[in-house]
């Protein structure tokens, strides 16, 4: 089973960027499908970006439309989330996930592995 650990949260202003890094364990990495999801305090957690394991497909929630965008390096087992024009209400705590997959994943698929998350705040 995979294992992933995400990095590159922090603080930062509205307006600004974060690249938010998900390493992952394991020589399969390139048959797994990726996505990354968030919780906010006091909220469910929700999808935020899907990548397929080839790299070929990928969509986004509407709420990061054309700000983020998922992308992955399959030689260094690492998917990637760039976060551009933050806003206040993207503050949450990011977790990457995987699943065995060589489909297109629906966002309310179940995935295999998740990560620790890393926390993600922009100030106003």
């Known amino acids: 089973q995979v294992q992933l650990l995400e990095s590159g949260g922090g603080l930062v202003q509205a307006g600004g960027s974060l690249r938010l890094s998900c390493a992952a364990s394991g020589r399969t990495f390139s048959s797994y499908a990726m996505g990354w999801f968030r919780q906010a305090p006091g909220k469910e957690r929700e999808f935020v970006a899907f990548?397929?394991?080839?790299?070929?497909?990928?969509y986004y929630a509407d709420s990061v439309k054309g700000r983020f965008t998922i992308s992955r390096d399959n030689a260094n087992n690492t998917v990637y989330l760039q976060m551009n024009s933050l806003k206040p209400e993207d503050t949450a705590v990011y977790y990457c996930?995987?699943?065995?997959?060589?489909?297109?994943?629906?966002?309310?698929?179940?995935?295999?592995?998740w990560g620790q998350g890393t926390q993600v705040t922009v100030s106003s």
């Open positions: 996930a995987a699943r065995y997959s060589r489909v297109r994943l629906g966002p309310n698929a179940e995935y295999d592995a």
């Open positions: 990548i397929s394991w080839s790299g070929d497909s990928t």
